[in-house]
C-alpha cells in the first residue's frame, strides 16, 4: 500500500475571502492483491464514477476523485481523475508505476513537469534568447520575461526566475555549445588555447590575450564552477527579432532567420 497526501483547494474560505487556502488529504493505493484483502470493492478504472475505487491497467486500486465529460467537435470525451493522476477514457491506459517513479501525480503525463516545459516553444525561444543574449554580454530580462509570455506582469522577475532553475541552465549550456559550435568553436578548442596559453607564458611571450579569451570561452561553456546566483549579469539591452516576433511582442531591433522549430542563425 501506497499513501499520496494532496493538496485541495478550500472553496468555500476562497469564495468568502477571495484568497486561497489549502487542505491535504491523504490517499492511499492498492496492489489489487491489496485491494481484495482490505475487501474493497472496484472496478475499472474507466467505469468509475467519484468515490468509487479504480483498478489501474497495471494492477492498483485507488479511489476515483473527479469524472469530467468534455464535448469537442462534437464528440464527447471523459476524463477520470485519481490520486496519481488523470486519463481519459477510450484506448488509452491509465497507469500508477510510472507516475509513482516520477512523483508526477497532477497531470495526465507521468513525465516530470520540468520534462514537460523543455519540450514547450515558449521556454524553447526563452534560452535560444538568453543564449544571445549571453553570448553579446548584453541581457535584458525584462525583454526576456516578455518573450516567455507578453502577458508576464513582471517579465524581469519571472526571466530571473527561470534562470535559477537546473533544467534551464542545462538547457542554456547546450544552445551556448551548439551556437559556439556553428562558428566553429569547441570545448577542445577552448582546450587548446589554454594549453597554447601555457606555452606562450614557458616561453615568455605574450599570451595574457590568448588566456583572457580562453577565459570568456570557458564561461559560455560553462566549464567552470557555475554561479549560484544568476542574476548578476551586468546588462543593458539587446533585442531579438525573430525569437520577438514568435512571442508576439514588437519592436524587434536586431533580426534574426527564425522558422517553426526556433532559432537557426545569428544576425551578423
Given at each position: 500500500?501506497?499513501?499520496?497526501?494532496?493538496?485541495?483547494?478550500?472553496?468555500?474560505?476562497?469564495?468568502?475571502?477571495g484568497?486561497?487556502?489549502?487542505?491535504?488529504?491523504?490517499?492511499f493505493?492498492?496492489?489489487?492483491?491489496?485491494?481484495?484483502?482490505?475487501?474493497?470493492?472496484?472496478?475499472?478504472?474507466?467505469?468509475?464514477?467519484?468515490?468509487?475505487?479504480?483498478?489501474?491497467?497495471?494492477?492498483?486500486?485507488?479511489?476515483?476523485?473527479?469524472?469530467?465529460?468534455?464535448?469537442?467537435?462534437?464528440?464527447?470525451?471523459?476524463?477520470l481523475?485519481?490520486?496519481?493522476?488523470q486519463?481519459?477514457t477510450?484506448?488509452?491506459k491509465?497507469?500508477?508505476l510510472?507516475?509513482?517513479?516520477?512523483?508526477?501525480?497532477?497531470q495526465?503525463?507521468?513525465?516530470?513537469?520540468?520534462?514537460?516545459?523543455?519540450?514547450?516553444?515558449?521556454?524553447?525561444?526563452?534560452?535560444?534568447?538568453?543564449?544571445?543574449?549571453?553570448?553579446?554580454?548584453?541581457?535584458?530580462?525584462?525583454?526576456?520575461?516578455?518573450?516567455?509570455?507578453?502577458?508576464?506582469?513582471?517579465?524581469?522577475?519571472?526571466?530571473?526566475a527561470l534562470?535559477?532553475k537546473?533544467?534551464?541552465q542545462?538547457?542554456?549550456?547546450?544552445?551556448?555549445?551548439?551556437?559556439?559550435?556553428?562558428?566553429?568553436?569547441?570545448?577542445?578548442?577552448?582546450?587548446?588555447?589554454?594549453?597554447?596559453?601555457?606555452?606562450?607564458?614557458?616561453k615568455?611571450?605574450?599570451?595574457?590575450?590568448?588566456?583572457?579569451?580562453?577565459?570568456?570561452?570557458?564561461?559560455?561553456?560553462?566549464?567552470?564552477?557555475?554561479?549560484?546566483?544568476?542574476?548578476?549579469?551586468?546588462?543593458?539591452?539587446?533585442?531579438?527579432?525573430?525569437?520577438?516576433?514568435?512571442?508576439?511582442?514588437?519592436?524587434?531591433?536586431?533580426?534574426?532567420?527564425?522558422d517553426?522549430?526556433?532559432?537557426?542563425?545569428?544576425?551578423?
Amino acid at each position: 500500500m501506497d499513501k499520496i497526501v494532496r493538496k485541495h483547494i478550500d472553496q468555500p474560505w476562497a469564495l468568502q475571502t477571495g484568497k486561497k487556502r489549502y487542505n491535504e488529504k491523504e490517499y492511499f493505493i492498492y496492489p489489487e492483491k491489496e485491494a481484495k484483502q482490505q475487501k474493497i470493492e472496484y472496478k475499472y478504472w474507466q467505469d468509475c464514477l467519484p468515490g468509487e475505487w479504480g483498478i489501474t491497467d497495471d494492477g492498483y486500486v485507488a479511489e476515483c476523485l473527479k469524472r469530467r465529460e468534455y464535448t469537442d467537435r462534437n464528440k464527447p470525451s471523459i476524463n477520470l481523475v485519481f490520486p496519481f493522476g488523470q486519463c481519459f477514457t477510450g484506448k488509452r491506459k491509465l497507469k500508477y508505476l510510472p507516475h509513482k517513479e516520477t512523483g508526477e501525480f497532477n497531470q495526465i503525463s507521468s513525465k516530470s513537469s520540468w520534462e514537460l516545459n523543455k519540450t514547450r516553444t515558449c521556454y524553447k525561444n526563452f534560452v535560444r534568447a538568453y543564449a544571445q543574449m549571453f553570448i553579446a554580454d548584453n541581457i535584458s530580462y525584462d525583454r526576456l520575461g516578455k518573450i516567455f509570455n507578453k502577458k508576464e506582469p513582471i517579465p524581469a522577475a519571472k526571466a530571473k526566475a527561470l534562470l535559477k532553475k537546473q533544467y534551464i541552465q542545462e538547457m542554456v549550456d547546450k544552445e551556448l555549445e551548439r551556437l559556439m559550435s556553428k562558428k566553429g568553436v569547441t570545448k577542445g578548442t577552448v582546450i587548446d588555447m589554454i594549453l597554447e596559453a601555457a606555452n606562450l607564458a614557458r616561453k615568455k611571450e605574450q599570451a595574457a590575450n590568448l588566456l583572457r579569451a580562453a577565459e570568456d570561452l570557458v564561461e559560455i561553456f560553462g566549464m567552470k564552477e557555475k554561479q549560484k546566483q544568476i542574476d548578476t549579469f551586468e546588462a543593458e539591452f539587446v533585442s531579438l527579432q525573430s525569437i520577438e516576433e514568435a512571442a508576439g511582442l514588437s519592436e524587434p531591433v536586431e533580426p534574426l532567420k527564425l522558422d517553426k522549430k526556433g532559432m537557426e542563425t545569428i544576425a551578423a
